[in-house]
């Protein structure tokens, strides 16, 4: 920002909208070269001021709000609220206000297969008739209030997506393991039991988190886990 001969800087706050009384990032005075930490300031946040020229005359300020290790709570409207002053003039107060939308840095899910009863061969599994497979889906399915895990079973060139309301279907837990941020996204693990029998041939699971914020394709075969967002179990023979 520049101000013309004659015209001060006296005041800068940095505010997270909506605003309340007090409650500021950083109150700027570039006269007094102070800068003061807000009730919202925290150790992420870090404030720099660059100046030309001298603060009565003609003046160009420079402040920069730099944000570390971006958190789903940053995610917001930003405000700059700053007044000059003129001598002989009344203060006039501007603001100024960017958005900063954040996108959620997800991982595919992870499956597992308890081999119980179960008999590797090369690379698919064999079971007897009878025999309970669990194949087991960990995944990160967004931001709180986004996505959803679906459930496929892939036979041959057919493929089935599970109702969530599927007996076979365990109850979502939270997945507490984790190494990420639990306040801003949401980790969920589920389990899927399926019983062998006549008809279940070569039978792969797989697992999709589908959420409209990602850019994932949610194909009908989990073809590429890391763009389809997805993870399967190897073929199951029974």
């Keep these: 920002m520049a101000a013309p001969p004659g015209v001060a800087l ?15 990032l950083f109150l700027i005075q570039p006269l007094a070269k102070l800068t003061i930490p807000g009730r919202r300031y925290h150790s992420r946040l870090s404030v720099t001021i660059n100046t030309t020229g ?11 709000m730099r944000i ?5 709570y940053d995610e917001g409207v930003y405000a700059c609220v ?24 997800h991982e595919p899910p992870v ?12 690379k698919y599994y064999f079971a007897y008739e009878g025999v309970t497979v669990t194949v087991s889906c960990s995944a990160d399915l967004g931001w709180h209030g986004t996505g959803r895990l679906e459930w496929r079973i892939q036979q041959g060139d057919r493929v089935k997506i599970v109702e969530q309301g599927d007996l076979r279907l365990k109850p979502q837990i939270p997945d507490l393991t984790s190494k990420g941020d639990l306040n ?10 399926l019983s062998a029998g006549a ?11 589908v959420n409209s914020l990602y850019a994932n394709k949610t194909r009908h075969f989990c ?6 967002m997805c993870r399967q179990s190897p073929a199951i023979w029974f």
């Design 82 to 105: 700053f007044g000059v002053a003129t001598e002989g003039a009344p203060a006039v107060v501007y603001n100024l206000t960017m958005p900063l939308n954040l996108q959620n840095a």
């Design 54 to 64: 001298e603060l009565t005359t003609s003046t160009a300020v420079l402040i920069t």
């Design 10 to 24: 006296y005041e800068l706050l940095i505010w997270m909208l909506p605003y309340e009384r007090n409650n500021y």
């Design 199 to 209: 008809g279940r041939q070569a039978t792969i699971l797989a697992c999709f988190v």
């Design 223 to 228: 073809t590429n886990a890391d763009a389809d």
């Design 184 to 193: 801003c996204t949401r980790y969920v693990k589920q389990s899927f039991q």
């Design 111 to 122: 499956v597992t297969l308890k081999p119980k009863n179960l008999h590797p061969v090369e």
């Design 68 to 72: 570390s290790n971006l958190q789903c």
